[in-house]
């Protein structure tokens, strides 16, 4: 598996070796020795969850503050999608940078999205099969978002030939000023 820090250091991209002949392919997907290696700590998984959207949905940003903070492993098996991080940690010299990458189910990436970070993603094709693995359960009464398009946040959303279809929550979620962070 090939393992590549993004623009922000500690968001990391995953491409697992994908092996295919006219049969199919066949990848592994996790590894947990591997994984935590490459986070140089023990991370358990605790729910896998599974969203199916179409073309234009944007969800998020989303994360959970303490004591649920969560961290998450994402991929998509069906479609395309533009991947979105967001560093949350005010402390973090790089709070409210992004970093941005393609997740599809032919180049088979992953992006580790540790805790204090912000999540979304866009969907490109006519729909998208994404795939989560938390290190903690959703809890409702932890969850907090910011907004999609906060200038002050500045992502270059990919042009999906309209405005985004969006949740009633992540349409009014907070700009980055207003947002609950963490120190």
């Known amino acids: 598996m090939k393992i ?64 649920h903070t969560q961290g998450k492993l994402v991929r998509v098996v069906k479609g395309l999608v533009f991947d979105v991080v967001v560093d949350m940690r005010r402390s973090s010299p790089n709070f409210g940078r ?37 290190t903690h359960f959703y809890a409702p009464q932890s969850e907090a978002s910011v907004r999609w398009d906060d200038p002050a946040i500045g992502i270059q959303w990919p042009d999906v030939g309209g405005a985004p279809l969006l949740a009633e929550k992540d349409a009014k979620a907070p700009l980055l000023a207003e947002a609950k962070t963490f120190d």
Not at 11 to 25: C, K, N, Q, S, T
Not at 99 to 108: I, K, Q, T, Y
Not at 109 to 119: D, E, L, T
């Open 4 to 67: 590549t820090p993004a623009n922000l250091p500690e968001v990391l991209i995953l491409e697992p070796r994908v092996f295919g002949d006219a049969r199919g392919f066949f990848t592994e997907s996790w590894n947990e020795q591997v994984f935590n290696k490459a986070v140089g700590q023990e991370v358990r998984f605790v729910q896998d969850s599974h969203s199916r959207s179409v073309r234009g949905v944007l969800r998020g940003l989303h994360y959970q503050m303490a004591p």
């Open 98 to 134: 992004w970093a941005g990458v393609e997740l599809s189910e032919d180049n088979h990436r992953q992006v580790w999205v540790p805790p204090g970070f912000a999540h979304g993603f866009l969907v490109l094709s006519e729909s998208a099969d994404f795939l989560y693995k938390t």
